[in-house]
């Protein structure tokens, strides 16, 4: 008989990830080159660990109906649908432009330069190349692994409350190296100060909570999820570029804000209780048709 409480696998992903990208992240800061090219390379030798390793795990533990089924969540658009990417980007945009409103216009802070944009309108040709860097800058080489090969598991084992804020904790720990690398955002937020620095991690939990439930509400779909993450990075952080700290932990708060209603509405929507329930039944299914130990005890 399948038993569903732990998983070695899961803690040896978890395991893996960090320590491969808090390494490759730390070495150029111990070293004293962190600006440099090589320091950069390094560096984001790190950044696609939990991809490459749920991959290998993918690889290594799936069978081959398991890793069809598996990647087909990853890529099919049939699966992802129009309705929740079209609500992800309303629910970014809607947070973009409230978070600048209270900036600039309430608060007086300097409107964001928006060089993406500004790119774009000059130099048309390179929007494909501006996708491309937002896909590779967080979907691609991460969500493999958080929402690709950990969510159903942390699903099975402890709900989808717990095991959102489980996975947006690991996801904002992860980010550890980038608060000591200049040029990074987590490093400019240290530097203003300790609170602010401090508040990317509830800020990365809430949007957890966000990827979580458009990855119910999609039938699992690990593609609407990785747009998710995509379009959070677009519109509220890259499309900016560059803004000031100030106006970045505004649209923060804001965030955290939107994601709260979307928690609230989680805890008391019984439907989508209702879709929670026939997705962590639908993953156990899926371990016995296949037979893999994505679900067993050690």
């Not at 190296?177 to 509830?202: H, K, N, R, V």
Request: hydrophobic fraction near 50%.
């Amino acid at each position: 008989m399948i038993e569903y409480n732990s998983n070695k696998n899961l803690l040896r992903f978890f395991l893996i990830t960090l320590l491969w990208t808090w390494i490759a992240g730390f070495i150029p800061v111990i070293l004293g080159i962190a600006d440099t090219a090589i320091g950069n390379v390094i560096f984001y030798f790190g950044g696609g660990a939990p991809s490459v390793v749920a991959l290998f795990l993918v690889f290594k533990t799936y069978q081959k109906e398991a890793r069809r089924e598996y990647f087909n969540r990853c890529f099919s658009l049939k699966n992802a649908g129009v309705k929740w990417p079209i609500w992800t980007i309303l629910f970014f945009s809607a947070i973009t432009v409230i978070g600048i409103y209270i900036g600039v216009v309430l608060c007086g802070y300097e409107m964001p330069e928006m060089q993406w944009i500004r790119m774009a309108i000059e130099q048309p040709y390179i929007i494909p190349l501006l996708l491309f860097f937002s896909i590779i800058s967080g979907p691609l080489n991460e969500e493999f692994g958080w929402r690709g090969y950990s969510l159903d598991r942390l699903l099975v084992r402890f709900g989808f409350m717990r095991a959102s804020f489980i996975l947006g904790f690991i996801w904002a720990i992860w980010h550890l190296a980038w608060y000591f690398t200049p040029g990074q955002a987590q490093y400019d937020l240290l530097q203003s100060s300790l609170f602010e620095a401090f508040m990317f991690i509830p800020s990365t939990i809430a949007v957890s909570f966000v990827v979580s439930f458009v990855y119910i509400n999609s039938k699992r779909s690990i593609l609407a999820g990785a747009f998710v993450h995509m379009t959070f990075n677009f519109l509220t952080s890259q499309l900016l570029a560059p803004y000031s700290i100030e106006i970045s932990s505004i649209i923060r708060n804001v965030t955290i804000v939107f994601s709260v209603t979307v928690i609230v509405y989680c805890l008391c929507a019984e439907k989508f209780k209702g879709k929670v329930q026939w997705a962590i039944e639908d993953i156990k299914k899926e371990c016995e048709k296949y037979g893999f130990h994505q679900c067993q005890s050690p």
